[in-house]
C-alpha cells in the first residue's frame, strides 16, 4: 500500500506560483504512475498532469506551458511547479499514485489564487 501526503499549497496572486510536492511511503514508488488532480468548488475532480514509471508526461490543455509535473524516485516524491497562476486554477490538488488496478489518493492541498 501507498500512503501519499501533499503539501505547498497556499494563498497565491494571479500571475504566481507555487511548486506542490506529494511524498509518498513504500519502497515501489518509481514503479507507479503519478498523477495531479484537482478539483474546483462545484465541479468534478479532473486530470491535471500526469507522469508515468519511465518519465512520460502529459497535461491537461488548460495548464499546458505553465504547469510541470516531476518525480525524484529516490525522494519517493512528485512536484507540481506551477507559474502563470490564474484564478481558474483555484482548487484543492489531490495527488494520485496509480498501478494495474490498484490506486491511491492523498488528503488534497489548497490552491487559491487571488488578487
Known amino acids: 500500500q501507498v500512503q501519499l501526503v501533499e503539501s505547498g499549497g497556499g494563498l497565491v496572486q494571479p500571475g504566481g506560483s507555487l511548486r506542490l510536492s506529494c511524498a509518498a511511503s513504500?519502497?515501489?514508488?518509481?514503479?507507479?504512475?503519478m498523477s495531479w488532480y484537482r478539483q474546483a468548488p462545484g465541479k468534478q475532480r479532473e486530470l491535471v498532469a500526469i507522469?508515468?514509471?519511465?518519465?512520460?508526461?502529459n497535461y491537461v490543455n488548460s495548464v499546458k506551458g505553465r504547469f510541470t509535473i516531476s518525480r525524484d524516485n529516490a525522494k519517493n516524491t512528485v512536484y507540481l511547479q506551477m507559474n502563470s497562476l490564474k484564478s481558474e486554477d483555484t482548487a484543492v490538488y489531490y495527488c494520485?499514485?496509480?498501478?494495474?488496478?490498484?490506486?491511491?489518493w492523498g488528503q488534497g492541498t489548497q490552491v487559491t489564487v487571488s488578487s
Open positions: 494520485n499514485a496509480n498501478k494495474l488496478l490498484f490506486s491511491s
Open positions: 513504500g519502497s515501489i514508488f518509481s514503479t507507479f504512475t
Open positions: 507522469i508515468s514509471s519511465s518519465g512520460s508526461t
